[in-house]
């Protein structure tokens, strides 16, 4: 299905219907003599969309470049940790990360003289290259690390409180385990054209904008400046002074009363309902409902639209039939419950060395899972085992080139090669001789000095030994060959859904996947189970970031060492952040985080979901999960999910006019739960934002598509989440009481701002 040259069309398969004059690999300089054409497959849009040109004068290695990233990577850093803990959990946006950072950039070029000694502050124009080792620096370190989650599930449920230095490295280790790995990875998932990371590329579209001299670069300026400070000020409404406009539902207008209309028509609070033919006017919601719609590939789109179509149906039919007893719990909802509806105590059935007691459990009864839950772990299992099966069918030579360093031969050249002084590498690279086949970004990037693999495996090795020894330095209760199975599984993944992420944009996270082998690895034991999730999904999720912002780095045309640094720099500095936050917080809010309501200011309802998983799984996963079990479809699905491609594939080899390489099985498979969770109103904004653009918008009129369909969709997440970040602060209670809009017709405090019923 996806090959170097994928096809975006239905007709694409026949070569007149191609719109590019001449090959499909046509260079930027030979495409841009066509204004109107349309854009087919990942090359295309990587040399159309963004500038394929490169300037190695500019230099990244400058003072203003370190003061800039560090002071934002450490307020990205500290903000994160702190939005861990509250009741309204905000993620820290690279784009609005990338808007500020260019703002004070402008500002020290403009202010500081460049005379004497200050033009080491101010050496020149601030230029695209600093701007991405600062994005790429930051990006590093605005996450709150996983590793804070299981530290705080350690002191507040088990009153374990590893050391300080013992913390850190766990830290450290966990979060640059991913790096290495990824970063061995390059050559497969980050130099070739057809892996495009589409959500990178309104960044890159809004740094073209910022950095491009001539009349076109100041009109798609003004573009850009126009609609991000419409939206920035259009989110005031549905933020605060209109929430109804989060999800315009004309059912729940007229039904407000009814509590089925609720279930399926309701979606504009979390956990409401599905949204089905809500409207949504909130950017904010529609653009995270999964990523911005106007980057993800339309075939991509497609399939998650039919998973949507599917989901609503396959749920109200769990629940209406009473699945699994659904209708004693809540129609959406995360937590375990007892049978009669009420939230599950989990603290009751462990023992003083906080492992579940057989004889407790007996007494308390077995927990359950809402009905609509257990299908959204279900599809989530189903895509993740699809993914395996739909990327070997269709990817196989795409994946093989993953291992063909594993022969004698090459093995003998690495050892003959191998010089353990990799500090002095000096980065050159055998450069292909013919170079017209290579991505031009990459081509670009050649002329730099590599980071070499050496680095990324010294990264690896380092990782390793300092996880092995903190796992049993912070009372893990996980086994060194746990440890081992945990990192090989992450590695495996990397390679299938570090594919599936780069081409799609859409990432499947492994969770459900590893929580289920270590809850039968490692029986009982739900702290185990933790650190076990810790040193897989999070490595996954780790590695998918540094690929992301390799790829950032490629486009903008950044020296792959100076790429390297920074990650590493804002990884470091994150997790120290991270940590000293973490133990701040919960040595002041301890009771706070650990009551089922929290306040409006804090909250302990991240590391309860997570406290509440590694119970279910490390802890219940015999009795929950087992054949003749309650819920012994959630590890089938991963059987029905291995063979669900092959009919698809088999189909297309035989019957090539009915095109079933459009749909990707994984994606379906895994949207099939994907609106169990969360605020759903936004779904049908989302299609038709999708379908606008990469449909109507692409085709019908390219040449429009090429210059502002990125750029508008970056100043539309760039304004969305600065307004929102403003909000969070100023009225909704991120930091300190929140200031809500006075009731009235279009914000329902009392309820759900659509009008619907409240269940």
Known sequence: MITETVEWTPDATD?????????????????????????????DIATHVISVDDDPSLNPWTFRTFFIGLG????????????????????VSLMFLAIISYVIGLAMETFIPRHGLLRYLNPGPFNKKENAFIIIMCSAAANSALATEVLAVQRLYYNVTPNAGSSIFLLFSSQLLGYGIGGLMRGILLYPSKMLYPGVLPLLSMFDAFYRDGVEARQRLKVFYFVFTAIFIWEIFPEWIFPLLTGLSIFCLAAPNNAAVSRVFGGSNGNEGL?????????????????????????????????????MVVFVAVFYNNIWESQNFPFLAQLLFY????????????????????????????????????????????????????????????LRAAWTWM?????????????WKFWKHGGKREVPANTEDLDPHYREI?????????????????????????????????????????????????????????ITGINIPIQTLVQMIAGYLHNGRPM??????????????QALLLLRDLKIAQYAKLPPRAAFTAQIIGTLLGAVLNYVLTNSIIDNQREILLSVQGTNIWSGQQPQAYNSQAIAWGGLAH??????????????????????????????????????????????????????????????????????????????????????????????DGGTQVMVLILSFAVQGAAGKAHLIPEWWGANQGGNYDRCLSL
């Not at 006017?281 to 039919?306: C, E, H, K, R, V």
């Not at 050249?413 to 010089?419: C, E, G, K, Q, T």
């Not at 291995?642 to 390489?661: E, G, K, N, S, T």
């Open 446 to 502: 050649l002329k730099y000095p590599d980071a070499p693999n050496s680095w990324y495996l010294l990264t690896l090795v380092l990782s390793f030994t300092v996880g092995l020894v903190v796992i049993y330095e912070t009372n893990s209760t996980l086994p060194w060959w746990g440890f081992v199975i945990a990192v090989l599984l992450a590695a495996v993944s990397i390679l299938f859904f570090g594919a599936l992420y780069a």
């Open 339 to 398: 049978e009669n509806g009420t939230v599950y105590d989990q603290t009751l059935i462990m023992n003083s060395n906080y492992e579940v007691d057989p004889t407790l459990v007996a007494e308390q009864g077995l927990p359950f899972y809402t009905g609509t839950w257990i299908i959204n772990l279900l599809s989530t299992n189903l895509g993740l085992a699809a993914t395996f099966t739909h990327l070997l069918l269709w990817n196989k030579d795409d």
């Open 528 to 541: 185990a189970n933790m650190f076990f999730v810790l040193y897989s999904y999070n490595t996954v999720s």
């Open 275 to 311: 949204g089905l033919l809500s409207i949504c006017f909130d950017w904010q919601y529609i653009s995270s409902n999964a990523g911005n719609p106007m980057t993800i590939p339309l075939w991509a789109q497609l399939s998650s639209f039919i998973g949507y179509i599917l989901c």
């Open 623 to 716: 009795q929950l999960f087992s054949a003749d079990q309650r819920y012994q479809w959630v590890p089938l699905s991963y059987l029905i999910g291995l063979v669900a491609p092959i009919p698809f594939w088999i189909i297309h080899r035989y019957w090539q006019r009915l095109r079933m390489d459009y749909y990707y099985i994984p994606i379906i498979c895994y949207y099939v739960g994907a609106l169990g969770v969360g605020i759903n109103s936004s779904v049908v904004s989302y299609y038709m934002v999708s379908f606008l653009c990469q449909w109507w918008l692409r085709t019908r009129y390219p040449r429009w598509f090429v210059k502002y369909n990125y750029l508008v969709g970056a100043a539309l």
């Open 72 to 91: 934002l990577s450490a307020f990205g850093g500290s903000l994160a940790q702190i939005y861990y803990f509250k009741p309204q959990t905000v993620y």
């Open 15 to 43: 070569e007149k219907s191609y719109y590019i004059k001449g090959d499909i690999e046509t260079t930027t300089q030979e495409a841009e003599t066509d204004e109107n054409v349309v854009l087919q497959n990942e090359r």
């Open 407 to 419: 022969n004698m031969d090459t093995l003998r050249s690495w050892r003959a090669n191998f010089d």
